[in-house]
């Protein structure tokens, strides 16, 4: 009875606030940027909560606390330290000034206008919706993974609800609404990790006892005594983790889209802080719980009926089940939800107006039926809309692991973006070339990889695969890789071509070195 009080609370709250927002909604800027008035706590808590959802406290943190136990804890510490505090300190003010110079809403049009291309708006457009899919899909999964533990609701009952409840805040209240819920969102997420990393230890006898039953685990791949050392028994793939996870938000458009919104040079500053001291506390809390699940679990208990495998994603909702007290239980309910669609707001708003804004409204233009607008924000709810359509039919396949869909859409979306937008900000050297090459590697790495490793069409060369000391048949794995290869090939790309329209790149970049300077 608590935790459906609390959930009814929590819904009644965030559609209150997009309500409220509505009217502040009548424009695009206003509907996707909040008029680039954000604060930094808000901005922040937005950075903070779009990065860490169901898929980290469900998905990744059981799954990796699992495979790699205390050691798990490194991810989250990498994404406070690479994915937060370095993010918002190398990126935060130049990608705030640059696209404020430029005058844009997303990234395909930062790279239709940074690099005098629109073939590169357009594909990148394209690669945005496609990709965020399979990360929306993936939030999707978590948190009815746990609805599904917590109330007993069935699996597809709860992700149809999760989307209707995020299609109208999100198409109510715009990005003003999503930074409001992110706030209180992540106030709720600090308090709750923090008391779940309580329970867990108090139940395992504290930590040293926890850790003592962490060491006498073993099995085929997991040595005694490996799972509560420093590195534990897989260091070389758990880089690979810390890579991907980290330095990917750096190329991912709902991320980076954050940086546009914030007002000033002080603000990013302080929202650097912020956003790490969040990042340590909640996704450091989240993985540190998540190696210790193997203590409140076994493999045969969270196995598959249909395939006798673990199912990594039951491993966190099993272990709330046993570790927390129902009055907490319900508030951890609240706090995953809240994060989640803190996320799910921050994809959608994203995918939505990239569609709108740099494919359809361009070809409405060309046609002679340029829209006002109110017409663009009504498009782009439509758009919202059938996002949120698409994702729920790729959730609705429960043998699909969160970290498997989640991997393809970073890797896909931070191979092909990551290097192009970072140096871009940086050179004005960086060539056109040089950015359709990183599309393509980033994208074809991650479909290539997918087909071979993903969708079980070679099972022999999977399994040959997995055996490598660098497991290369991880979709986490090939993302970091095409991330890297993005990061080699742009400048390598960008010494043997050249601009075809340099000087119209030098007059964006010349006004944009000037209003760095003085922002």
């Not at 860490?52 to 804890?73: D, E, P």
């Not at 709860?158 to 209180?184: E, Q, R, S």
């Not at 208990?301 to 319900?330: C, H, Q, R, W, Y």
């Given at each position: ?36 008035s954000i604060g930094p706590w808000m ?56 696209t404020k110079h430029l005058n844009v ?246 995918s939505s107006s990239t569609l709108t ?163």
């Amino acid at each position: 009875m608590v935790m459906w009080i609390t959930l009814i609370v929590y819904v009644c709250v965030m559609l209150g606030i997009g309500f409220y927002c509505r009217r502040k909604t009548n424009s695009v800027s206003e509907f996707v940027l909040g008029g680039r008035s954000i604060g930094p706590w808000m901005t922040a808590f937005a950075y903070g909560t779009s990065y860490f959802s169901a898929v980290v406290f469900i998905g990744y943190a059981g799954q990796f606390g699992w495979n790699y136990g205390l050691a798990a804890t490194w991810i989250g510490i990498g994404n406070a330290i690479i994915g937060s505090l370095l993010a918002w300190a190398v990126l935060g003010n130049r990608t705030r000034v640059m696209t404020k110079h430029l005058n844009v809403s997303t990234m395909p049009e930062y790279f239709e206008k940074r690099y005098v291309s629109r073939g590169l708006k357009l594909s990148s457009a394209l690669i945005v919706f496609v990709f965020l899919i399979p990360y929306t899909a993936s939030v999707y999964n978590g948190l009815s993974r746990l609805f599904e533990q917590a109330f007993h609701i069935d699996y597809s009952i709860c992700i149809v609800v999760m989307a209707v409840l995020t299609a109208v805040y999100v198409i109510l209240g715009g990005y003003m609404a999503t930074a409001i819920n992110d706030f209180i969102q992540g106030i709720i997420m600090l308090g709750g990790i923090a008391a779940v990393v309580v329970c867990v230890l108090s139940n395992q006898g504290g930590i040293s006892s926890a850790l003592l039953g962490l060491g006498q685990i073993s099995d085929a791949g997991v040595p005694q005594n490996t799972l509560n050392t420093l590195f534990g028994p897989d260091p070389i793939n758990l880089f690979g983790v810390v890579i991907l996870t980290s330095l990917g938000t750096w190329g991912l458009p709902q991320m980076v889209h954050k940086f546009y919104a914030i007002k000033d040079k002080p603000a990013i500053r302080r929202g650097a802080v912020i956003s790490t001291i969040f990042a340590l506390v909640v996704a450091g809390g989240s993985y540190f719980i998540g190696g210790f699940g193997r203590l409140f679990t076994t493999a045969g208990e969270i196995a598959s009926p249909e395939t006798g495998k673990p199912v990594f994603d039951m491993i966190m909702p099993t272990l709330l089940n046993k570790a927390v007290p129902e009055l907490l239980f319900g508030i951890v309910v609240v706090l995953v939800l809240s994060a989640s669609m803190s996320t799910l707001s921050s994809l959608v708003l994203t995918s939505s107006s990239t569609l709108t804004i740099d494919m359809i409204l361009p070809f409405m233009k060309k046609r002679g039926k340029e829209a006002g607008e109110k017409k663009k924000v009504f498009i782009m709810r439509i758009f919202i809309a059938a996002f949120i359509l698409l994702s729920v039919i790729i959730a609705l396949n429960k043998n699909t692991y969160i970290t498997t869909l989640m991997s393809i859409s970073w890797g896909a979306l931070a191979g092909a973006f990551l290097a192009p937008f970072l140096y871009g900000l940086f050179s004005r050297k960086v060539t056109k070339t040089a950015c359709w090459v990183s599309f393509i590697s980033g994208v074809g790495i991650t479909v290539v990889s997918m087909f071979l490793f993903n969708l079980g069409f070679f099972p022999e060369l999977t399994k040959a695969a997995a055996s490598l000391p660098l497991n290369l048949a991880s979709p986490i794995n090939w993302g970091a890789i095409a991330m890297i290869a993005g990061l080699v090939l742009v400048p390598l790309v960008s010494l043997f071509t050249k601009n075809k329209k340099q000087a119209q790149i030098d007059e964006v970049y010349d006004g944009y070195k000037k209003e760095l300077k003085t922002r």
